[in-house]
Nanobody, 117 residues
């Protein structure tokens, strides 16, 4: 089992920055891909960014160029640095981890990011 705990969400003005963190515990050594997804009210959950254990990254089109994902494997933590935030970035941000052995996916409970315009 893997447990994920997100932190760093909150209220920020448009144009501002925010850094989210997601700490993994449990069988965290077995995690390959970690990432962030978000879900705004009335919308489907969408990709924000993902990063492999080796450091390869991928970003969702709405945030590309404005966010940076990073990972500290020693701390089993993934970070999301968000800049130039817009009102449309308002959503609950979820951390996700994928364990290849058994093909299991784990989700955190989410952290709310609210961007005021």
């Amino acid at each position: 089992q893997v447990q994920l705990v997100e932190s760093g969400g909150g209220l920020v003005q448009a144009g501002g920055s925010l850094r989210l963190s997601c700490a993994a515990s449990g069988r965290s050594f077995s995690i390959n891909v970690m990432g962030w997804y978000r879900q705004a009210p009335g919308k489907e959950r969408e990709l924000v960014a993902v990063i492999t254990k080796g450091g390869s990254t991928d970003y969702g089109p709405p945030v590309k160029g404005r966010v940076t994902i990073s990972r500290d494997n020693a701390k089993n933590t993934v970070y999301l640095e968000m800049n130039s935030l817009k009102a449309e970035d308002t959503a609950v941000y979820y951390c996700k981890a994928f364990v290849p052995a058994g093909g299991r996916t784990y989700w955190g409970k989410g952290t709310l990011v609210t961007v005021s315009s």
